[in-house]
Antibody, heavy 117, light 110 residues
Framework: EVQLVESGGGLIQPGGSLRLSCAASGFTVSGSHMNWVRQAPGKGLEWVSIIFSGSSTFYADPVKGRFTISRDSSKNSLYLQMNSLRAEDTAVYYC???????????WGQGTLVTVSS | QTVVTQEPSFSVSPGGTATLTCGLSSGSVSTSYYPSWYQQTPGQAPRTLIYSTNTRSSGVPDRFSGSILGNKAALTITGAQADDESDYYCVLYLGSGIWLFGGGTKLTVL
């Protein structure tokens, strides 16, 4: 059974850094295309970043240059390093596995990041 | 700046049909954008309903269907039920490793 469990969220001051983790089971992260999707409180979903199985990475414009997606095959985990955090980065962050035909087939339950002084 | 458009809200009577749409500010939505649809209830992670325009995800009832209507992607719910009351999101693959979600539609069944 595919499972995704995010962790690492919390309260952080503007300008600070945080690293989110997503532990996967039931499949290999390194053989999959893995994403981060976020949702600000009361708002819609926003795609953040992807790491393809071949290691190419892409980012949404609002996070480009500040966030870095990565993975660790030995831990079967996905990560999101978030630097220079802003209030508008406050959101629940979901990891999601890309399924066939460019859709997000599997989702974790999310971890809340709050950027506030 | 490209924007994916959805109706902010939609109301349907129990047993009725709701057609939610997903448009693109810069042009028409086609199958080449691989539109997919997600259902989300408060406090829960999204659930995949439809992918690749019209393919139902495993376990999704056949009263949910996807299509291209005119220049938009569409999600049609036939025989709407009370527990269909949720937020619905579409997402388009823009190419070059970039996806873009619509703002979501809040569906009310009453």
């Amino acid at each position: 059974e595919v499972q995704l469990v995010e962790s690492g969220g919390g309260l952080i001051q503007p300008g600070g850094s945080l690293r989110l983790s997503c532990a996967a089971s039931g499949f290999t992260v390194s053989g999959s295309h893995m994403n981060w999707v976020r949702q600000a409180p009361g708002k819609g979903l926003e795609w953040v970043s992807i790491i393809f199985s071949g290691s190419s990475t892409f980012y949404a414009d609002p996070v480009k240059g500040r966030f870095t997606i990565s993975r660790d095959s030995s831990k079967n985990s996905l990560y999101l390093q978030m630097n220079s955090l802003r209030a508008e980065d406050t959101a629940v962050y979901y990891c999601a596995r890309l399924s066939g035909s460019y859709s997000f087939g599997y989702w974790g339950q999310g971890t809340l990041v709050t950027v506030s002084s | 700046q490209t924007v994916v458009t959805q109706e902010p809200s939609f109301s349907v009577s129990p047993g009725g049909t709701a057609t939610l749409t997903c448009g693109l500010s810069s042009g028409s939505v086609s199958t080449s954008y691989y539109p997919s649809w997600y259902q989300q209830t408060p406090g829960q992670a999204p659930r995949t309903l439809i992918y690749s325009t019209n393919t139902r995800s495993s376990g999704v009832p056949d009263r949910f269907s996807g299509s291209i209507l005119g220049n938009k992607a569409a999600l049609t719910i036939t025989g709407a039920q009370a527990d269909d009351e949720s937020d619905y999101y579409c997402v388009l693959y823009l190419g070059s490793g970039i996806w873009l979600f619509g703002g979501g539609t809040k569906l009310t069944v009453l």
